[in-house]
């Protein structure tokens, strides 16, 4: 039986995240119960990951086995015909029998955006509407985020699922703050995050831009080890999932 890979975008604003739920509001759901009308059998799809309520992804990726005779085209306009247009197609393939969306990714890409006080509704779906009468200090941010670069572990900035994190050390090889006027948009690329990892650097990044946290002290945070008040989560509009590596 084929094994099949697809990259997929969506606006997460009304879905209870990428994992498939008990309501069936999961992306995950909306997608299988599509394949099953497709291939006219239950189909169970893996991803590479999960998102949370209210993240968006530009592309995710997820696999599942099939067989389907009428080539990699053809299914990819019949499973995007009937899905929502939250939840878009980007890619379809044949992959190698080993291929696996999530333990055979190297790396993962996520952008989280900002948006200083903007007063454009188009703005407020998909980036963090921070409103203060004093800008972000964006040279603080960046040497934060110069801090948290490389090999650490980073139980500080990890929210509890539920579960013992096994091996809370992660490599974030990349975090760059990009500002263009108003707008920020901070580019996280690592081997891997934690729950909620992402959220929660970007929100001790905003507290350092705030002038609440100074640079030096992600750097105590990040030695602690331990999750303070200190290190909010932003919230879940501004994140995307961009690209993973494989």
């Keep these: 039986m084929p094994r099949w890979?697809?990259?997929?975008?969506?606006?997460?604003s009304?879905?209870?995240?990428?994992?498939?739920?008990?309501?069936?509001?999961?992306?995950?759901?909306?997608?299988?119960a599509r394949l099953a009308e497709v291939l006219k059998r239950p189909v169970r799809i893996h991803g590479s990951g999960r998102t949370d309520a209210?993240?968006?992804?530009h592309g995710q990726v997820f696999h599942f086995d099939a067989t389907w005779s009428h080539g990699p085209?053809?299914?990819?306009?019949?499973?995007?015909v009937g899905l929502p247009p939250a939840i878009q197609i980007k890619k379809?393939?044949?992959?190698r029998p080993d291929f696996h969306a999530r333990f055979s990714a190297k790396q993962k890409c996520y952008v989280y955006r900002i948006v200083e006080g903007d007063t454009d509704p188009f703005n407020r779906p998909f980036r963090w509407r921070i409103e203060r009468a004093k800008r972000l200090d964006y040279a603080a941010m960046v040497e934060g985020a110069a801090r948290l670069r490389g090999s650490h572990d980073f139980t500080a900035f990890a929210a509890d699922n539920g579960g013992e994190i096994l091996d809370p050390v992660r490599n974030l090889?990349?975090?760059?703050?990009?500002q263009r006027g108003r707008k920020l948009e901070l580019k996280f690329v690592a081997n891997g995050f934690?729950?909620?990892?992402?959220?929660?650097?970007?929100?001790?990044?905003?507290?350092?831009?705030?002038?609440?946290?100074?640079p030096e002290e992600l750097s105590r945070l990040l030695a602690g080890g331990v999750r303070k008040e200190a290190v909010p989560t932003a919230p879940p509009q501004g994140l995307f999932l961009r690209r993973v590596y494989y």
Excluded: P
Aim: proline share 0%.
């Design 194 to 214: 934690l729950y909620k990892m992402v959220r929660s650097l970007t929100g001790a990044l905003v507290r350092v831009g705030e002038g609440r946290l100074k």
């Design 173 to 178: 090889t990349g975090l760059d703050i990009v």
């Design 73 to 80: 085209d053809k299914l990819q306009r019949a499973l995007g």
């Design 5 to 12: 890979k697809a990259v997929c975008a969506y606006d997460g």
């Design 54 to 57: 209210g993240v968006h992804a």
């Design 14 to 32: 009304g879905f209870s995240g990428w994992q498939s739920q008990l309501n069936g509001k999961g992306i995950q759901d909306v997608i299988e």
């Design 92 to 95: 379809l393939g044949v992959a």
